[in-house]
Every structure is written in structure tokens, then in C-alpha cells.
T-cell receptor, first 117, second 111 residues
Framework: GAVVSQHPSRVICKSGTSVKIECRSL??????MFWYRQFPKQSLMLMAT?????????EQGVEKDKFLINHASLTLSTLTVTSAHPEDSSFYIC?????????????FGSGTRLTVV | RKEVEQDPGPFNVPEGATVAFNCTYS??????FFWYRQDCRKEPKLLMS???SGNEDGRFTAQLNRASQYISLLIRDSKLSDSATYLC????????????FGTGTRLKVLA
């Protein structure tokens, strides 16, 4: 089945630094990838939709200058958390779908647990 | 109103019990529906798609009512390993596809 590889799985960084998270579709091409954030005991919240070769679409309330998304190829999307602060500590997860068939569902990366100290 | 709503639970049930989760969605243009399972601190995994005619996969049965904008998941003969958070997910198209998650319902199956 479709596999999405996400790295790193866990990162601890100092306040004010930037962190880059990568998601790769391993055996399929993903023209669109989705980035989510999940705080403890809450649901996944869609942050942005990443489109290959064009600008990402951000959800309301998500700062596009803080969460930089790059989708330069059909198999790689990156999310950079710039000038991270403790309140950015969260579980970040990407997803993509192989093919257009609605019944396929989306495949998720294994997530990145970010802790900003 | 949230786009996808679920009772957060937790549902604590004994092994062997039957448990049902409900989910409502607000966008009538929604086209595809899914139930995902998420274990603690892990990524969500697809449990099953939900079709208008209803569908069953072993102990799991999913139903969709488009008129009421309502989705359900029934788990029969609960196992300890069913303990997880169950996420209702709605996929709709508004210029681009969006995958919206419900808040999730926590299930704990007790021995």
C-alpha cells in the first residue's frame, strides 16, 4: 500500500530556532499533501494544503510566514516552523492520497513530535 | 458549528460489548466519509470507508445518512485491542479536496 515517510519523528529545539519537517511519498506521486497539527487530547487540525509547484493554501488562523511549506516535487513536501516558541510544541503530521479514488482514504506519515524549550 | 462533530467520550465498555459511535457533519457537499483509528501518540490509520448503502468489515459496521448528515460506526464483540480513539473524517471538494477530522471518540474496552 501507499507509504508516506515523515522525518524527524521527534525533535526538541530551543525557542527562536527553526525546525524543518519532511514528508515523502515513497511509492506514489502526491500532487497534494496535507499538514495537520494535534495538541494533546485534541483532534487533528488541518493547517494547510500543500500543492506541488504552487503556493500552499493555509487554513484560517494559521500564519503562513511562521509555517513555511514547500512542495517542490511530486514526492516531497516540507513544513518549516520558523522562530519556534513553546506554544508551537505539538504533534505535526502530514498526509497524502494515492490516486483520485475517494475510497482510498489518505495515508499519514508517522508524525513529528515537536517540543520547543 | 464545527464541520465534523463527535461525542468525545470516553466510552468505557466491557469486553464483548457492542458500542456505537455517531458523527455529524455540516457541509452537505461532502462526498466521502471515513472512520480512522488513532492509538495514543501515533498517526491515524484508516479503519474503513463509509458508503451510503452501509458497509461491514468483520465486527465493524459503518452507516451513512446523507439526509441527516450523520455517520455511525458500530463495533460488535469488543476486544481489548479495540481501545483507541475513533475519528470520523469527511472529505469534500471546494476548489480542492479537504480532509476534515472530527474531534474523535475515545473507547476503552475493559477486561
Amino acid at each position: 500500500g501507499a507509504v508516506v515517510s515523515q522525518h524527524p519523528s521527534r525533535v526538541i529545539c530551543k525557542s527562536g530556532t527553526s525546525v524543518k519537517i519532511e514528508c515523502r511519498s515513497l511509492d506514489f506521486q502526491a500532487t497534494t499533501m496535507f499538514w495537520y497539527r494535534q495538541f494533546p487530547k485534541q483532534s487533528l487540525m488541518l493547517m494547510a494544503t500543500s500543492n506541488e509547484g504552487s503556493k500552499a493554501t493555509y487554513e484560517q488562523g494559521v500564519e503562513k510566514d511562521k509555517f513555511l511549506i514547500n512542495h517542490a516535487s511530486l514526492t516531497l513536501s516540507t513544513l518549516t516552523v520558523t522562530s519556534a516558541h513553546p506554544e508551537d510544541s505539538s504533534f505535526y503530521i502530514c498526509s497524502a492520497r494515492d490516486g483520485q479514488a475517494a475510497s482510498y482514504g489518505y495515508t499519514f506519515g508517522s508524525g513529528t513530535r515537536l517540543t520547543v524549550v | 458549528r464545527k464541520e465534523v462533530e463527535q461525542d468525545p467520550g470516553p466510552f468505557n465498555v466491557p469486553e464483548g460489548a457492542t458500542v456505537a459511535f455517531n458523527c455529524t457533519y455540516s457541509n452537505s457537499a461532502s462526498q466521502s466519509f471515513f472512520w480512522y483509528r488513532q492509538d495514543c501518540r501515533k498517526e491515524p490509520k484508516l479503519l474503513m470507508s463509509v458508503y451510503s448503502s452501509g458497509n461491514e468489515d468483520g465486527r465493524f459496521t459503518a452507516q451513512l445518512n446523507r439526509a441527516s448528515q450523520y455517520i455511525s460506526l458500530l463495533i460488535r464483540d469488543s476486544k481489548l485491542s479495540d481501545s483507541a480513539t475513533y475519528l470520523c473524517v469527511v472529505d469534500f471538494y471546494s476548489g480542492t479536496y479537504k480532509y476534515i477530522f472530527g474531534t474523535g471518540t475515545r473507547l476503552k474496552v475493559l477486561a
